[in-house]
């Protein structure tokens, strides 16, 4: 039935596939994401949102381990019915200590949080400004709420202010990513934070899946930007990427969170994430809360790469997180250029259309790469030149 679509695919070099890691055939287990196996080769990964190596740090393996010896492995449930733990309310505390906001409330991932939040805080009569590069996430989400949609230009506060003055809704949200996924670029979220505080009745929703762990301390894109988390404004973030686990939150104030709790639909209608997930994710806040030398150490990783890259002649679409996007050329070149890569043990794949509109090498540092590691990938951009 999608015979050739899928071959129209393979054509045009779009067609994806799955590359499973695989359980170390070396014989040696693999000791962090910052090493991948595929296929029983081992890679350098420069392909894991794993920012800080916490995803492999014996504290929150040890959450983990520890909530298993007192709740079952399977939740069981919503959260409205029995699925909910005691782990489940102390994590919502301790996000709502981290992001200094009235109230948290956790999701079963960030794209369920997106999806479910952004149609339950949108109704018809509002309207929605989304970044024309926000996630997938938050399109969908767009897409299921009964609210006007309107797109405006990546980072384009100017552009946005005009557009949010010829609307006459009673309520308007601002939709924005923090840092954006696949360009590394971060918001203009000052600007957006005036704007939004300028003009009555309006939410600022912010995306803060790769700025969690990563901007301000690893506190997130408010802190990054010195700014305060008013009652206005709505934060996602991620457990699943800086902070090693799986899952999501949204921060805000009481009413937001009672009225998500109400609303939501991935919410209401989906069983409650394992205690021991939900454990190990507070155990990551807590590892970043006592130790600063952790996210300083994927800013010292970043630097090294970015420099290293971009001293050896190759155009990064922006030097300031640790996406690192790399313009190699078309999508036949930037895929034979992941190939070379490939043969240098670097795993750092190609992203092209429709995820972006145009291919890149994307490579994403983490503090769990050693000094060797970002040599190594400095060589490899400069041999597969
Ligand atoms: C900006 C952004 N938002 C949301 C998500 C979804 O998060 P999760 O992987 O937890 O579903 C992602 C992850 O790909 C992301 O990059």
Known sequence: ?????????????????????????????????????????????????????????PTILEAAKKSLEVFPFGAGASRLLSGGTTFHSELEEVVTRFKKTGAALVFNSGYQANVSCISALAREGDVIFSDELNHASIVDGCRLSRAKKVVYPHGDVDTLSTLMQKERAARKIVISDTIFSMDGDIAPVSGLYTLCESIPDTLLYLDDAHGTGVLGGGHGALAHFNLKPEPWIVQMGTFSKALGSFGAFIAGSREVIDWLVNTARGFIYSTALPACVVAASAAAIGTIENDKSIVERLWRNQRRAMEGIANAGFYIICKDTPIIAVSIGDIAITLAFSEKLRQRHIYAPAIRPPTVKTPRIRVTVSGAHTDEDIEALINAFRAAR
């Open 1 to 57: 039935m999608f015979h050739n679509d899928l071959k129209n695919l393979d054509y045009k070099g779009l067609l994806r596939k799955i590359s499973d890691r695989g359980i170390a055939s070396c014989g040696q287990p693999i000791p962090s994401l910052a090493r991948i196996e595929i296929s029983g080769e081992q890679y350098i990964n420069f392909a894991s949102n794993d920012y800080l190596g916490l995803a492999a740090s």
